[in-house]
Structures are given as C-alpha cells and as structure tokens.
C-alpha cells in the first residue's frame, strides 16, 4: 500500500516566537543567535534572509549584512514551550507523528482519509490548527515517503504546501541538486561532484559498488533515494516511553574513533538506566546534530527486547556507518524505545537458575559492572572501545 507521508516544518521557527512575542519587530529583519563565542545565527527573519543573512552564519558579519536588523538573544525555553504546544496539535490528527526538531515532525496520514479528508485538505487543516494553537505559519510537504515529504516541505517556505504525488516523484529527482538531499555532507557533495552528479538522478548513472567505495554504506541509501525509495517508517517517539542519552562533542568532529568513544559513553548510560529499572527496549534510535545544526535521527527494531549496553552500542554503530561519513557532528545520542518489563528479574539473580541460551551473554557481565559502579563510584570499571568492535 502507498504510504502517505506528511513532514511539517515551522518558518524562521526562533524569529517568528520573537515577533509574535514582540509585535513591533514584525515585518522587521529579526536576528536570533548566540551571544557565546560560538557568536553565530540561529536563525533570521525572512526579512533578514533578503539581506543575505542565515543560520550558522557569524554574528559580526551579520551585522554588517543587515546594520539595521533587530539582534535578539535564544530563549530556549520560549521555543521549546511553542514547540510542545505544536506537537501536541499534531497528536490531535493521528498518533503517528515523530518529531525530529525543535520546529519539525513527521506525520504518517496513510489511511485516515475517510476520517480526515483528501492529504492536501489535511496539510491544510494541519497548517490552520497550528495557526490557531500558536499563531505561526508552518510550511508542509505530502508524499510517499518521508524523504520526498522533508523535499516537499521546503519547497514553498514560507507558508507553503506542497504534495508529491506517485507520478511526481520522478520529476521531483531529476530536478533536485545533490547537497538538497538531506544527509548529504559537504564532503560527499565534492566526491559526487567529481564523479560527475550534481543532481539525485545522476547517482544512478553510478555503480553500487563505486558508490559504496566513494561514500561508504551510505551511497547504498542514496542509491535508493535517487529512485524515490525510503522505506523507513514513521516512529512515534515519546519522551515518557524512551530512555535515551546525547552529549555535544567538545569540539564538531568526523573523526569514527571520537564518535564511536562518544557513542559507547551514551549506550552505556541508556543500558544501565534500563537495567536499573528492570526494562528492555525494542527499538534503538541515533540521533546527531551536525555541525550546521541539522538534526539527524535513524532507528532500527530489534529482533527482541534487549538491555545490554553492548547491544544498543553495536546497533547504534551500524546506524552511525550508514550515515554519510563526511558529515561533521557536533552533538551525538542514543535512545531506546518501546520499552517493557523485563521478564523474570528476580530469576537472573538466582544463582541456581540454567542458563538462558537466549540470554545476551553480556548482559551478565553489564550486571556485574553495574554492580561495582554502584558500590565504588562510575570509574571504578570501565570498557575499552576496542571490546566491541
Ligand atoms: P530550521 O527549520 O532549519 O530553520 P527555521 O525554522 O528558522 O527557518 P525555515 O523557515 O527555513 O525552516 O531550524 C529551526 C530552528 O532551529 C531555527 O529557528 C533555529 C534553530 N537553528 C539553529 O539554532 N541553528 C542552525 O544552524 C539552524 C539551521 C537552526
Ligand atoms: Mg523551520
């Protein structure tokens, strides 16, 4: 069955909280950023954008961009409460929404048709009930996948609303440039241009094997992009039904080694919470922000509930691998999700009970590491990278 995908992303997000917050900055170049010595643009008004400024731009040059546009601090807070109020909407129109940004969600409206109408009258009721809840516009993309639909999105900002359709979708590849492919790094764009693509469609000119040799796992997936194909699903994620764990780097980095350290860090904190609690988890999501403030989130399903570290951490890693290898990150995280009980706590304690083949070997040994921390502080014991491959 064809999937109906709907991405939503709110416009010049931090900006527009500060004109609706402040009606004389309105029709205004407003400049939200950074006053840290990181000093650069979150994001600016479409007023401001016309002077050439944008996120991740320095401050200082902003200034000199647009003299007369209106610098204001981040306040987190402010966006974060706009932005639960904005997902709670979205909940109101089916529980499959996944957020993955302060300012974006996917939504998978397949089959609700009859219940709200044709996709672009729900696009539209989606882009009016944002409106009412907040007053913000929105811009909102439809098709079949959650690829085509984040493309579909950006295509009529501000205030837009675009629709993919099946026959569409062709068209839409043949058009779009390889750095709009979200995941495309900047160092893959030089590689690909080099092999003469400078379009998605060019990429399947290209031989999977040339793919993979030049951009790692991840030119399989481009591979799939370039004919329209994503098949990853919708996953509704919720803050109260996951345990998850992220960090900034201390400085943006491609470097695998520093990644995978970061990464065993964070796993290992989400699979002793999970022991703790006598939990497991069934699906185990990576999330990393790059080094221009893009989010990235991938999500794999386990075969069977799990709780050992090593597990999150060596499924997280074959996320990590999937994802275009020249992408700078600044920020890195795990979670897992669907969680449930773990069964039969009380019998792993007990000393006279067979071994359980099923059983993850190294979940007895995370019992006993978790044990010693317990009793003698964190860095009593620790595990070398290298141990898990
Ligand atoms: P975006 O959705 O990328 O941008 P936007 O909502 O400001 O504008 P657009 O209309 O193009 O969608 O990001 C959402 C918010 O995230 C943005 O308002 C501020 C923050 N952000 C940063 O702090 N730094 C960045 O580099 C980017 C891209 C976003
Ligand atoms: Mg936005």
Same mark, same amino acid.
């Given at each position: 069955?064809?999937?109906?995908?709907?991405?939503?992303?709110?416009?010049?997000?931090?900006?527009?909280?500060?004109?609706?917050?402040? %009606?004389?900055?309105?029709?205004?170049?407003?400049?939200?950023?950074?006053?840290? !010595?990181?000093?650069?643009?979150?994001?600016?008004?479409?007023?401001?954008? @016309?002077?050439?400024?944008?996120?991740?731009? $320095?401050?200082?040059?902003?200034?000199?961009?647009?003299?007369?546009?209106?610098?204001?601090?981040?306040?987190?807070?402010?966006?974060?409460?706009?932005?639960?109020?904005?997902? =709670?909407?979205?909940?109101?129109?089916?529980?499959?929404?996944?957020?993955?940004?302060?300012?974006?969600?996917?939504?998978?409206?397949?089959?609700?048709?009859?219940?709200?109408?044709?996709?672009?009258?729900?696009?539209?009721?989606?882009?009016?009930?944002? @409106?009412? %809840?907040? /007053?913000?516009?929105?811009?909102?993309?439809? %098709? $079949?996948?959650?690829?085509? %639909?984040?493309?579909? =999105?950006?295509?009529?900002?501000?205030?837009?609303?675009?629709?993919?359709?099946?026959?569409?979708?062709?068209?839409?590849?043949?058009? +779009?440039?390889?750095?709009?492919?979200?995941?495309?790094?900047?160092?893959?764009? +030089?590689?690909?241009?080099?092999?003469?693509?400078?379009?998605?469609?060019?990429?399947?000119?290209?031989?999977?094997?040339?793919?993979?040799?030049?951009?790692?796992?991840?030119?399989?997936?481009?591979?799939?992009? /370039?004919?329209?194909?994503?098949?990853?699903?919708?996953?509704?994620?919720?803050?109260?039904? =996951?345990? /998850?764990?992220?960090?900034? *780097?201390?400085?943006?980095?491609?470097?695998?080694?520093?990644?995978?350290?970061? +990464?065993?860090?964070?796993?290992?904190?989400?699979?002793?919470?999970?022991?703790? !609690?006598?939990?497991?988890?069934?699906?185990?999501?990576?999330?990393?922000?790059? /080094?221009?403030?893009?989010?990235?989130?991938?999500?794999?399903?386990?075969?069977?509930?799990? !709780? =050992?570290?090593?597990?999150?951490?060596?499924?997280? *890693?074959?996320?990590?691998?999937?994802?275009?290898?020249?992408?700078?990150?600044?920020?890195?995280?795990?979670?897992?999700?669907?969680?449930?009980?773990?069964?039969?706590?009380?019998?792993?304690?007990?000393?006279?009970?067979?071994?359980?083949?099923?059983?993850? $070997?190294?979940?007895?040994?995370?019992?006993?590491?978790?044990?010693?921390?317990?009793?003698?502080?964190?860095?009593?014991?620790?595990?070398?990278?290298?141990?898990?491959?």
């Amino acid at each position: 069955m064809n999937r109906i995908i709907l991405h939503i992303d709110m416009d010049a997000f931090y900006a527009s909280v500060e004109q609706l917050d402040h %009606a004389p900055f309105r029709g205004k170049p407003v400049i939200v950023g950074g006053t840290s !010595n990181r000093g650069v643009v979150s994001t600016a008004s479409y007023e401001a954008r @016309k002077f050439g400024v944008h996120s991740a731009m $320095p401050i200082f040059q902003a200034k000199q961009k647009c003299p007369h546009g209106i610098f204001l601090p981040v306040r987190m807070m402010r966006y974060k409460e706009l932005s639960r109020q904005i997902m =709670s909407t979205l909940e109101g129109f089916t529980p499959l929404v996944e957020q993955i940004s302060i300012d974006e969600a996917y939504l998978d409206i397949s089959g609700t048709e009859r219940l709200l109408g044709t996709p672009v009258e729900i696009g539209c009721r989606v882009k009016e009930g944002i @409106k009412a %809840a907040t /007053s913000l516009s929105c811009s909102v993309g439809i %098709a $079949p996948n959650k690829f085509l %639909a984040k493309i579909a =999105s950006e295509m009529k900002k501000p205030d837009g609303l675009t629709i993919i359709r099946p026959d569409g979708v062709q068209g839409v590849i043949d058009r +779009l440039p390889i750095e709009k492919v979200p995941g495309v790094g900047e160092k893959t764009v +030089l590689i690909l241009r080099n092999l003469g693509v400078s379009r998605l469609v060019d990429v399947r000119r290209l031989h999977e094997h040339t793919l993979i040799e030049k951009a790692g796992k991840f030119g399989r997936r481009l591979l799939d992009l /370039s004919k329209g194909i994503d098949t990853s699903p919708v996953l509704p994620y919720t803050e109260a039904k =996951s345990i /998850s764990s992220e960090d900034t *780097l201390p400085e943006d980095t491609d470097d695998m080694e520093i990644l995978k350290r970061q +990464l065993l860090i964070q796993a290992e904190l989400v699979g002793r919470k999970l022991r703790k !609690n006598g939990l497991k988890g069934s699906t185990v999501t990576l999330k990393l922000k790059s /080094s221009d403030f893009k989010q990235t989130s991938r999500s794999v399903t386990l075969d069977e509930p799990a !709780n =050992s570290t090593n597990l999150i951490y060596e499924r997280g *890693l074959r996320l990590l691998q999937d994802l275009d290898a020249s992408t700078r990150f600044r920020l890195i995280g795990i979670g897992i999700s669907n969680l449930s009980p773990e069964k039969g706590v009380i019998e792993q304690l007990n000393l006279f009970k067979k071994l359980d083949v099923r059983e993850d $070997p190294w979940v007895n040994v995370e019992r006993a590491m978790d044990t010693i921390k317990d009793r003698f502080g964190k860095n009593a014991i620790k595990r070398g990278a290298h141990d898990l491959g």
